[in-house]
């Protein structure tokens, strides 16, 4: 993968990970536990994009 395109992916995880970050305590009190389960799954495939990505490009990983 070309570091810009990694750069762009990045960005884009993690402003969705935020999004469901934000949205978790909304579904949770409003929808039932079947209906919560796909925020776990979109979240851990989204950490195993990161992960592919910060493989290759180590500098792209966050320092916080």
């Not at 402003?15 to 536990?33: F, I, P, R």
């Not at 796909?38 to 495939?45: C, R």
């Amino acid at each position: 993968m070309r570091k810009d395109t990694a750069e762009y992916i990045d960005a884009l995880m993690r402003e969705l990970l935020s999004w469901l970050n934000e949205s978790t305590g909304v579904v949770k009190d409003e929808c039932s536990a079947i209906k919560r389960k796909p925020i776990p799954q979109i979240m851990a495939l989204s950490f195993d994009v990161l992960g592919l990505i910060y493989r290759q490009y180590p500098e792209l990983m966050p320092t916080e």
